[in-house]
């Protein structure tokens, strides 16, 4: 069973920093593609940042430049730094890992950016 557990939200003021962790258990992420996804009030779940197995990236657009994803995988971890964050970046994240049969989600940790 895996289980993938978030922590690293709160309660910032606009321009701070916050940094998500996401461990997974269960089974060894290494081999496969790892993320975070977002959701606000009222809104879809839309794609933050995802890293592959060889460590290349990808971003939405909204987080380019502010958002950094990285992976260690000797601790089954997915990190998510945000900085200069704004009040539109408050949603819950979502951590993901994307494996060939499906894909695994944690329970959220959310993210509130005051103005």
């Known amino acids: 069973q895996v289980r993938l557990v978030e922590s690293g939200g709160g309660l910032v003021q606009a321009g701070g920093s916050l940094r998500l962790s996401c461990k997974a258990s269960?089974?060894?992420?290494?081999?496969?593609?790892v993320g975070w996804f977002r959701q606000a009030p009222g809104k879809q779940r839309d794609l933050v940042a995802s890293?592959?197995?060889?460590?290349?990236?990808h971003y939405a657009d909204s987080v380019k430049g502010r958002f950094t994803i990285s992976r260690d995988n000797a601790k089954n971890t997915v990190y998510l730094q945000m900085i200069s964050l704004k009040p539109e970046d408050t949603a819950v994240y979502y951590c993901?890992?994307?494996?060939?049969?499906?894909?695994?989600w944690g329970q959220g940790t959310q993210v509130t950016v005051s103005a």
């Open positions: 269960g089974r060894t992420f290494s081999s496969y593609a």
């Open positions: 993901y890992l994307d494996t060939p049969l499906r894909e695994y």
């Open positions: 890293i592959t197995w060889g460590g290349g990236t």
